[in-house]
């Protein structure tokens, strides 16, 4: 896992949609997140210890046979839900990030618009089709966050645990937000192998159906630094 220190940052981007906005200061504890999503050959580990789900689909998008396959253990798993990704973490003594943690991971605690730089690269990321599918968790060394976090733009979309709310930000706490306590929806970051610049700005959020799941959502874990 990858140490993110405690302080503040600046959260959300006043260019950005009106869900991004406004910018505010938030203030976090230290935290641990992984260096990388979580892969099929980990999350297998789960559901062979009878805790976690089987994925909803084995299949990723060009590839008719990808979860029960070897050669793509260091690959994310995808076809798991919102609840599936909180229960893997808890197995592992860890959890899902907040969004505000999330950010902070992916941003270095700066303003880049990517994790490592203003200007989007498919040497750099796996995005807008670049391969077409998911890539292994373990490539692109040079695009990774600054607190040393790979593929957090691009790949997969990352569960992250907040409830979303379009204008959580106007009142959102300035230490350690943890989101809305009720929605409909849970919040997704980091846009995925399928999608284009702008949605795989780490400031972008995205809001699915807890119960949802595809070939282009996966997720990480995070653990507290101070438990």
Same mark, same amino acid.
């Given at each position: 896992m990858a140490y993110v220190p405690a302080g503040a940052f600046a959260m959300g981007d006043d260019r950005?949609?009106?869900?991004?906005?406004?910018a505010h200061t938030v203030n976090l504890e230290a935290f641990y997140i992984d260096?990388?999503?979580?892969?099929?050959?980990?999350?297998?580990?789960?559901?062979?210890a009878?805790?976690?789900?089987?994925v909803r689909n084995k299949i990723s998008a060009i590839r008719s046979y990808y979860y029960d396959n070897s050669d793509f253990d260091?690959?994310?798993?995808?076809?798991?839900?919102?609840?599936?990704?909180?229960?893997?973490?808890?197995?592992?003594?860890?959890?899902?990030?907040?969004?505000?943690?999330?950010?902070?991971a992916a941003?270095?605690?700066?303003?880049?618009?990517?994790?490592?730089?203003?200007?989007?690269?498919? &040497?750099? %990321?796996?995005?807008? @089709?670049?391969? #077409?599918?998911?890539?292994?968790?373990?490539?692109?060394?040079?695009?990774?966050?600054?607190y040393g976090s790979y593929n957090m733009a691009g790949n997969v979309w990352e569960w992250?645990?907040?409830?979303?709310?379009?204008?959580?930000?106007?009142?959102?706490p300035k230490d350690n937000p943890q989101g809305p306590e009720t929605g409909k929806a849970k919040v997704l970051r980091g846009g995925s192998w399928k999608d284009g610049y702008a949605e795989i700005r780490p400031v972008n959020r995205e809001?699915? &159906?807890? %119960?949802?799941?595809? @070939?282009?959502? #996966?997720?990480?874990?995070v653990k507290n630094a101070n438990p």
């Open positions: 950005g949609s009106t869900d991004e906005q406004p260096q990388f999503e979580v892969t099929n050959g980990f999350y297998k580990a789960c559901v062979e009878k805790v976690c789900q089987p260091t690959y994310p798993v995808i076809f798991v839900d919102w609840k599936m990704a909180q229960t893997y973490c808890t197995w592992r003594d860890a959890r899902l990030p907040t969004e505000a943690e999330w950010e902070k941003r270095g605690g700066t303003d880049v618009t990517y994790p490592w730089g203003d200007t989007p690269d498919c &040497n750099l %990321a796996n995005y807008g @089709n670049c391969l #077409g599918d998911t890539s292994s968790t373990t490539i692109y060394a040079l695009g990774q966050s600054r992250v645990s907040d409830w979303y709310a379009a204008d959580y930000y106007r009142a959102s809001a699915k &159906n807890p %119960a949802y799941s595809s @070939n282009t959502t #996966g997720f990480r874990c």
